[in-house]
């Protein structure tokens, strides 16, 4: 899927959220014992012109590797979940465990969906909200690569987020899958793992 597809979708998603107060028992529930599978790489990641995106290699790497492990952990730990004792100390730690697994899948399908196209390109009713946000494409730009060179050698995501609350769009950063905003819904996400680029920079 190419940004501006992604973008595109996001822009049709905000006028629906847009244009209604978030009513909590409107919002589905997912049930975290449904086991998650892994489509066929070729089948989700777009054809990337390896002179202008990461190798393939690599993409395909992370995609199997690093969001595959994600899964199959997410997996495992809600199979455990289902036969533990619900009032057993372990559940607090395993909990936490499935959160950041589900995090990480949930992220890694959100970035791998923005992947292709130029990469600048900006449909007219998403730029119109993040000109409203930001000031303009421009400014929300810089610093969305603003807070990604923060976080260049180290670890975390870099996410544009819709605040239903505040009818708002933010840029946000995290060092972990955990540091989500409550409440917030993702529109574009930015690995910053080195996994996701660590064949592109010098060895030292």
Not at 82 to 109: F, I, M, W, Y
Not at 124 to 145: C, L, N, Q, Y
Not at 181 to 198: F, Q
Request: net charge positive.
């Amino acid at each position: 899927m190419r940004v501006t597809d992604r973008f595109q979708q996001s822009a049709h998603r905000l006028r629906r959220l847009s244009a209604r107060r978030p009513r909590h028992q409107r919002h589905h529930q997912a049930t975290l014992g449904d086991r998650h599978a892994i489509p066929p790489c070729a089948a989700v990641l777009p054809s990337l012109d390896p002179e202008r995106h990461h190798p393939a290699g690599l993409i395909e790497s992370h995609y199997e590797t690093n969001y595959g492990d994600a899964v199959q952990r997410f997996n495992a730990l809600s199979d455990e979940l289902a036969t533990a004792d619900p009032s057993g100390v372990a559940v607090n730690r395993l909990k936490r465990d499935q959160t950041s697994a589900l995090n990480s899948v949930l992220l890694h399908e959100l970035y791998f969906a923005s992947l292709g196209g130029d990469g600048r390109a900006v449909p007219p009713v998403m730029s119109e909200a993040i000109g409203r946000d930001f000031g303009s494409v421009d400014r929300w730009r810089r610093e969305f690569v603003a807070l990604a060179e923060a976080l260049a050698g180290g670890s975390g995501w870099v996410l544009l987020t819709w605040l239903p609350r505040d009818r708002r769009l933010i840029n946000q950063s995290g060092a972990d899958h955990n540091h989500g905003i409550a409440g917030g819904i993702p529109v574009l996400a930015l690995d910053m793992y080195e996994h996701a680029y660590h064949t592109r920079r010098p060895r030292d």
